[in-house]
């Protein structure tokens, strides 16, 4: 267990042997006893451990796509490029800061990213309203995603968001269509687009960033159309039954690659992306890369037809 | 003669009446037993009882208070397309179960209680129509299936019938009553938001004319997808239209609302959609803007072929 | 002069010997002396017409330009096509009542009007802010001219504002954006587009929905880069200067006329178009049949090259 | 050597020390005598006393209280291209009196007093150069002309700017600084708002990155054409940028506005601009946007025969 790591609910186990064997490691000396104390309590650690994150449900994953030092937009983009241009505003009256986007570079090619952004405190939080973009947040991607189309730059958009803003002011401007017209506008774009999933991905408020030629999620993060609580709430009638709806749902990254949704399922460390930033985002930016190679050799017309064609296929019925 | 088979027989010379030219051929659309049996309805906002046959003659409009009281998708379609011109497409399209989902209710039962009680096969009918002799393609969603939630099939329905029109070169009108996404089919549901909206780009850019009628409820995921992508947004009086619920909102926001929150003559004072629209004059709304939106057009003709060509045709109708 | 047309300051004399007239014919019957000068008034009034009419300062146009019982864009709209579908908002948070726009037919074509509108009372002028567009104003505006780009439709627009709303919101909703992006996207329309400027054309805020393949301008409406008043305000230093300001700015339409701005002046009924609505409204029609007959028959590229020569052309410098 | 040859030696060598490999030849833009004998220059924010060599050095930027102090013209363009490289265009479109127009004073005898006092011909100064050998069209504004005000000149010489990077396919740089749309030449100079704008559409189609910089003040016809259409939209510190007057909008409004009201950076937090840079950034943040614009472009060659084409140069640069 790293330290400085708040641990979640279902790591207090690893919590309690690992400050065993903490205290045991102080100690300069060891009694023989105590010495196999120690090594049982390091294979304890291990096996629990191995069951812990071999075993975790789907909202342990929630919890994990929902974790306060989990890194975020910004971290990744400072990790895989040398430089980021952020560009602001709709140009008709707000900045919304719960999208940010600009100009990043991979490997000497000029990239947009647009993404969702959380805030680590209250403060920003505030800045950044949890996350929850307002419609003039999806209107500023949407600027972002016809300058990007202009010069011929791909797109990368990172998405952790608990869902597009439910509130009085969003309403009146109009959520309801700034997320549809990214959705037709996305579709049409004749640059690669690839979205990334790196914690939550909540519903329409995340699809209106993320109608892509790939869709990647990281291992610990989800995407659903509903939050677990929201579903419970309704269809169980109690949040209490959230995990029963984060189960049922089918919101895992490994759920979405096994429904075709998602492309690639890029792993995390141990214990999830808050344990090793580096190591993610150096899976993140090698899965970008590997991905940016094949989408590269498309023309315009072939990219909007590979992204039109991968959403053309969703869905399952029966017929006759 | 039944009581039953007096009510169809009253019924169908109402709509006799209503309609210039009615063959006296059935009603597409049987009502139920229930239907027929129920002399009486009471208006949903003033209470007033009124004749049923009556009501519908009036398009289910209150006379009393002039309350639009919601209607089937067939009821829509029959309101709105020249009688006996509709064809549905694609009624074949059934639901399923693809996550096996299960709350306190398997999803299985719920689609065939939602089928027996909504006496339709799921939330949407799509096919072609004319409206004043313009063939147009035409969907209408059924509110009393789950809610009108779109799941797989309203995806692909709606889909297949703007692919439709790209390929005839159609007008497209899509009428929408939904509460949102189906939640039972998960990250399914929600990709049709993607998958219609980018099947309306390739008809956007085809330059076709698309009409979407917001009525009473539009919610959530349809909202925010092809309900709120119409060249021209008309919604019916007082419908309530909106991305996220009313609740939701304020247990967000933590204030009260004011009370025309999300209604249709809210969104219209906000700039979000073209017109409020009589039931009434809904029909010859429609007509007009199809008329205004394809004269101009010198590609634009009158394609013969256009019914025989859809393979698919569930009803006898008048070809 | 007709009852109840409020008179403007330069027609005072006119409404003095109408009243002599009107008070002379209401006696049952007349001496010879009284019939002398009834004849004589009855001259006298025409003598005095005539001069009143044919030497109008470019102030005196500014005053009937404003006449409150000057047709606006409604009564045009009526009058040319027997139907109107009104479209209305911005599709972002904002319905601007100061512009008005939708669909109406001449001739079996569809056209996309789109017109400034003023109030006639305090209740209208509330509502209509007394022609004033707002930034989302001109927005619905745009999005009118790509639905008529899109469907084939010829735009027609009637022009009569005092300018842009100069505002708090207005600034901070971006006016400038708004309206300098409506210049560039009518420039690259292919579909025709006329502007009728029928009363006041104020400077950027007309200009603004002005970018067009033939400029029309009523008679005795004008267009300015500024008001008289502000120009004087500022290059007189007092607004009292008007009426110079007026004649040295070359604001009506005969002077734009002749500095190759406007392409046909359309003539008003004698004392201004209030005089006579139907007779304005026919004269509009006419002129815009004309003008569409010639434009209809060039194809897109050509709409959109006629319209941007004509706007090349404008200025005047030397070089060498 | 007198007074005004010391200086002049003086600031030559302090730009030289700021410009890596700069010849040793004559400034282009020579300094007025007025500038030459002022050792000193007081912040206008501040009210600080600076050596004006040092100001100067400092790209005009008060070191006491970051005030970015008003340049001519040439300055900025001295200050953004690389040594030597500016090549003017267009310097002999003059301005005339079309509407013969007077007020208090004749605007024939305004455009000489303009001229003096500016010692610029006209409101614009526009050209060729590179930045990090990066070739770009830029036009600078000279708010000392007429308080920068866009008259036919103006407008014929953007206009003229932006057909040269369209045929040149060259990057598009203008620099604001303006009261508006000059009166004196009435509706002529507002229909230059129109004529430059319809030249953008043609450089937007043609996929060209144009970049505007506001810098103080930009305003009225200027902010409501070509300055506010940039790909992107860098403005200065503090610059104000607005339509409207903050005089004007008091008046209609009847309240006094927020102090921070139409600055850089209160239309950076209302979505109007996409960044403010400090000046002494402003070729680097330049240099960059032009290289992430350009370089996905396999379209996109240097092209050497660039400044060779360019027919017209005023000055003896080093090509
Ligand atoms: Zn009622
Ligand atoms: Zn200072």
């Known amino acids: 267990m790293k330290a400085n790591i708040v641990p979640l609910d279902f790591e207090k186990p690893l919590n309690t042997l690992s400050k065993q064997i903490n205290e045991l490691e102080q100690k300069s000396s060891l009694v023989n006893g105590n010495k196999k104390l120690l090594i049982d309590l390091k294979t304890e650690y291990e096996k629990a451990k191995a069951d812990i994150y071999k075993n975790l449900s789907p909202f342990d994953r929630v919890k994990i796509a929902r974790h306060p030092q989990r890194p975020y937009a910004v971290d990744y983009i400072n990790h895989i490029s040398p430089s980021f241009y952020e560009l602001h505003g709709d140009r008709t009256g707000k900045d919304d800061n719960a999208i940010i986007g600009g100009l990043i570079e991979i490997d000497g090619q000029t990239i947009m990213v647009v993404a969702t952004q959380k805030g680590r405190n209250i403060k920003e939080n505030q800045k950044r309203n949890f996350g929850m973009p307002s419609p003039e947040g999806y209107r500023k991607a949407l600027r972002l995603f016809q300058h990007a189309e202009k010069f011929n730059m791909p797109i990368i958009t990172l998405i952790d968001t608990p869902g597009a803003y439910p509130g009085l002011e969003a309403e009146a401007h109009n959520q309801s269509q700034a997320i549809a017209l990214n959705l037709r506008e996305l579709a049409g774009l004749t640059v690669p687009v690839i979205s990334i999933v790196y914690g939550e991905g909540g519903s329409g408020g995340a699809l209106a960033i993320g109608v892509a030629n790939r869709i990647l999620m990281l291992e610990n993060s989800v995407y659903s159309v509903i939050s677990p609580e929201g579903c419970a709430a309704i269809l169980w009638r109690t949040r209490e039954k959230a995990s029963e709806a984060a189960k049922a749902l089918k919101i895992t990254a490994k759920d979405l690659y096994e429904l075709g949704i998602a492309d690639e399922v890029i792993p995390e460390p141990v214990g999830g992306a808050h344990y090793n930033i580096e190591e993610t985002c150096k899976n993140v930016l090698s899965s970008i890369k590997k991905h940016l190679d094949v989408l590269n050799k498309l023309n315009g017309e072939e990219l909007r037809k590979d992204r039109q064609e991968k959403f053309r296929k969703i869905g399952e019925y029966i017929q006759g | ?319």
């Not at chain 2, 089928?115 to 129509?129: F, H, L, P």
């Not at chain 2, 004319?130 to 969907?139: E, F, L, R, T």
């Not at chain 2, 429609?286 to 003709?301: G, I, P």
């Open chain 2, 1 to 319: 003669m039944g009581l039953k088979d007096f009510f169809k027989n009253r019924q169908l010379k109402k709509a006799a009446k209503q309609q210039i030219e009615m063959p006296s051929i059935e009603l597409k659309s049987i009502p139920s037993d229930e239907t027929l049996c129920t002399l009486w309805t009471k208006c949903q906002s003033c209470n007033q009882l009124l004749y049923t046959s009556e009501l519908k003659k009036e398009l289910s409009v209150c006379k009393h208070c002039d309350h639009h009281s919601r209607l089937t998708a067939m009821e829509r379609i029959e309101q709105l397309v020249d009688y006996g011109t509709f064809i549905e497409i694609d009624y074949d399209v059934l639901p399923t179960d693809p996550l096996t989902f299960s709350d306190l209710k398997p999803y299985k039962d719920r689609l065939q209680h939602a089928e027996k009680s909504s006496s339709a096969k799921e939330a949407i009918v799509t096919g072609i129509g004319s409206i004043d002799n313009q063939p147009v393609a035409i969907g209408s969603m059924e509110f009393q299936y789950i809610g009108g939630s779109m799941g797989s099939v309203v995806g692909e329905k709606i889909t297949r019938l703007i692919e439709k029109a790209i390929k005839k070169r159609l007008p497209l009108i899509l009428i929408s009553s939904s509460g949102g996404a189906r939640m039972h089919e998960g990250i399914l549901s929600l990709m049709q938001m993607a998958k219609t909206s980018s099947a309306l780009k390739e008809l956007h850019d085809a330059g076709l004319l698309y009409i979407s009628l917001l009525t009473e409820p539009t919610f959530g995921g349809v909202t925010a997808s092809f309900a709120m992508l119409g060249d021209i947004l008309v919604a019916e009086p007082k419908a309530r239209i909106g991305f996220a619920g009313r609740r939701v909102i304020e247990e967000t926001i933590r204030q009260k609302l004011p009370k025309d929150f999300q209604t249709a003559e809210y969104l219209l004072l906000n700039g979000q959609i073209d017109m409020v629209v009589h039931r009434k004059e809904l029909k010859k709304v429609f007509s007009d803007l199809v008329r205004l939106h394809t004269q101009n057009d010198k590609k634009f003709f009158f394609n013969d072929e256009l019914v025989l060509n859809v393979k698919d045709t569930p009803l006898l109708a008048k070809v």
